[in-house]
């Protein structure tokens, strides 16, 4: 339990530290705050009971979400919030009011949390109180009535065209291949000559059996390599050639940005990268002035 407990409050320090450090910083801060932690045991202060109703609805909501399909840990991360708020406030989840939420949300405020990790808290707090009400468990939602908390959308730097550079998937005739999003969602996503070539290449110099596009060798096996593995591999080509801040979704924002400028429908942009909203591929997406001041010249003289 001591270990579980250090790595929820590690991931909540890389929660409000995430949007004032970079990538890399962030990372650095994780694995020195988890070194520090190993020779203390960690236990979590308990501020208030929570009664055995409020937990059993929670339960079951979280029951009725993982019925939908939610990973693991987006669950948690409901469950762990909404618990939180649930010992902090003492009020039964029957009879929680808005009251009660503003002012838990302005001691989270007042103790330093950023409105961004608020705004995420409060649409968490939402879903369950708003699942609640759909299922005749509540007369009211009491978030209903509390806004969306704003803050300033920081839009993160996608690589420079300088710095950018089951194998059963790849369809190397077609120039595609099926990739596994978040939230187990399929799409296709496209390769070039280029790139069809050098994995080609990287084919036929593959000695072992593994079905895994790429792998890692560990303890004399070939494992498919994680999430964690490509964000230290891509860190450390950074350091190689001196680029900052390298991890997989400044690809993604990269290739948002360069289709973006190129021409490509927003909308379209929106399907390659999984998003179910434009608005969520905007956050992506950086276009500098002088490329707006190119295209209106453009569209209003044509």
């Known amino acids: 339990m001591s270990l579980q ?19 890399k910083q962030t990372n650095q801060v994780s694995d020195i705050l988890l070194d520090r932690l190993c020779g203390y045991e960690v236990e979590q202060t308990q501020i208030g009971e ?12 979280l029951d009725a979400k993982a019925v939908q399909g939610l990973s693991p840990g987006t669950l948690e991360g409901y469950r762990y919030k909404n618990e939180r708020m649930l010992r902090d406030v003492g009020v039964p989840v029957q009879k929680i009011t808005v009251n009660h939420l503003r002012n838990y949300l302005m001691q989270e405020k007042g103790r330093g949390i950023s409105d961004r990790t608020l705004e995420n ?50 369809d190397f005739h077609a120039l595609e291949c099926k990739v596994l999003g978040k939230g187990n969602k399929e799409r296709t996503v496209y390769i070039d000559e280029v790139t069809a070539m050098v994995l080609q290449q990287y084919f036929d110099i593959r000695t072992d059996t593994s079905p895994a596009l790429f792998g890692g060798i560990r303890r004399n096996r070939t494992d498919r390599i994680s999430p964690h593995g490509v964000r230290d591999m891509l860190t450390k080509l950074g350091e190689r050639v001196d680029v900052e801040n390298v991890h ?16 490509m429908p927003i909308q379209e942009v ?33």
Request: hydrophobic letters at 35%.
């Open 121 to 170: 808290d409060r649409s968490k707090y939402s879903a369950f109180f708003g699942w609640l009400q759909n299922e005749g468990l509540i007369r009211v939602n009491p978030c209903a009535n509390i806004g969306t908390i704003k803050y300033i959308k920081k839009l993160r730097e996608p690589y420079s065209p300088v710095e950018r550079l089951n194998r059963e998937d790849i």
């Open 270 to 302: 929106a399907m390659i990268l999984g998003h179910t909203s434009i608005n969520t591929t905007m956050t992506y997406v950086k276009v500098n002035q002088e490329s707006v001041k190119s295209s209106y010249r453009r569209f209003f003289y044509s």
């Open 5 to 23: 407990i250090k790595q929820q409050l590690v991931s909540e320090v890389r929660d409000d530290i995430g949007e004032f450090l970079t990538y």
């Open 248 to 263: 997989p979704h400044r690809f993604r924002r990269t290739l948002a940005t360069t289709l973006i400028l190129h021409g």
């Open 50 to 61: 929570i009664d055995s109703n409020s937990m059993d609805l929670l339960q079951s909501y």
